[in-house]
C-alpha cells in the first residue's frame, strides 16, 4: 500500500489548491509515520509556512508559527542518499540531528548542499506551482497556511 499527503495550500492568492506528496517509507519510515500520523490527527491543519526563502525551501510545520515550535516527540535521523533537489520533502531540525518533530520543508531549488544532512521523506507529485507562489519572507508578511493535510491510499 503506497500512500500520499493532499495538502490543501492557501498561499494568499485566493486560489487555495492541492499540493500532492509521495510519501517516502522506503528511505524513511519513522519520519513518514510521523508526518502521517500528525496529518490523521489533523496537527498540520491551518498552519503556516513561516520561513519562504526564494530559490532555496519553504518551511512549515511549526504550531505556533515560528519555527522554534513542534509535535511533542522527536524523531532519531534518517539521514538518505536522496538528493535534496526541486520538489523534495525533508524534514527540519535543530543543531540536534535528532531533534525532528513536526516541521518540514520543501526544497524550491537545487540544495543538495543538504544531502545527508537532512532526511527526506517525500516528493511533490504535483501542485508545486502553488509551493513557489507562497509568499517570500522570514516571516512572510501574509504567511502561506496549510488548509488541511490529509494522507490517501494510492
Known amino acids: ?7 490543501t495550500v492557501d498561499a494568499h492568492d485566493g486560489n487555495p489548491g492541492d499540493v500532492t506528496i509521495l510519501l517516502r517509507p522506503d528511505l524513511a519510515p519513522k519520519h513518514v509515520a510521523q508526518i502521517t500520523k500528525l496529518a490523521k490527527e489533523g496537527f498540520y491543519d491551518g498552519l503556516t509556512f513561516h520561513r519562504v526563502i526564494d530559490g532555496f525551501m519553504a518551511q512549515g510545520g511549526c504550531p505556533n508559527g515560528t519555527g522554534m515550535g513542534g509535535a511533542k516527540e522527536n524523531i532519531p535521523a534518517e539521514f538518505n542518499k536522496h538528493s535534496h533537489i526541486e520538489g523534495v520533502c525533508s524534514m527540519a531540525r535543530s543543531q540536534n540531528p535528532n531533534s525532528a518533530s513536526s516541521q518540514f520543508f520543501i526544497c524550491l531549488d537545487d540544495a543538495s548542499f543538504l544531502d545527508g544532512q537532512y532526511t527526506v521523506w517525500g516528493e511533490v507529485e504535483s501542485g508545486m506551482e502553488l509551493v513557489h507562489a507562497l ?8 504567511a502561506g497556511k496549510i488548509v488541511k493535510m490529509t494522507v490517501v491510499e494510492a
Open 1 to 7: 500500500m503506497t500512500e500520499k499527503l493532499i495538502m
Open 135 to 142: 509568499p517570500k519572507g522570514e516571516p512572510p508578511r501574509m
